[in-house]
């Protein structure tokens, strides 16, 4: 680890922006097919193999991180070191194009989307968290399609409302579904 002088940071940070899509909708309202500028596009790929790509990147530019059961790499550090780590950490995203959107997905695979996503939401209700309200089926995977963005996130209900023992335990017993296209 590099060296610093002042008291240890802990930090857990995704991999990549996440495999689910799950980044605000912006787009100028164009699609393009799938395939069509993939140099545009993240790669499709689990999380799992994006967590491994980012561990090997952050280690060569010298840091000591490991990947959690969540698949995000964590790093103790010295807080002098964050403002380093986080531009080590957003060059790897950039080598390994983690930092452009993911690939658009088809109707059909945003229609699986959404009922892993509804599925979660149910779990993480049973849990005892309170969760907004799904779009209806046919606005998300429009907008999945069309804007290459989710609408909703259940995960999103929770997360500043959790401590990080909390957030780690909806994790583990809701897992958060990943791209049913991932196998393709």
Known sequence: ????????????????????????????????????????????????????????????????????????????????????????????WAEHGFDKPPPPMDRDTAGEFFDLVVESAGCLEDLGYSISEPPGREDYIEALVSTNGAIWDPYADIVESTTPEEWDEARRSCPQPERPDLDE
């Open 1 to 92: 680890m590099r060296s610093g002088s002042s008291k240890p940071l802990s930090t857990a940070v995704p991999a990549v922006l996440s495999g689910l899509l799950l980044l605000p909708a912006c787009s100028d309202g164009e699609s393009e097919s799938p395939g069509e500028n993939a140099s545009d596009y993240m790669p499709l790929m689990s999380n799992l193999e994006a967590g491994e790509i980012m561990q090997d990147c952050m280690t060569e530019h010298g840091w000591e991180v490991e990947l959690n059961e969540f698949n995000e790499i964590e790093s103790s550090h010295e807080e002098a070191q964050a403002d380093q780590y986080q531009a080590d950490l957003e060059s790897c």
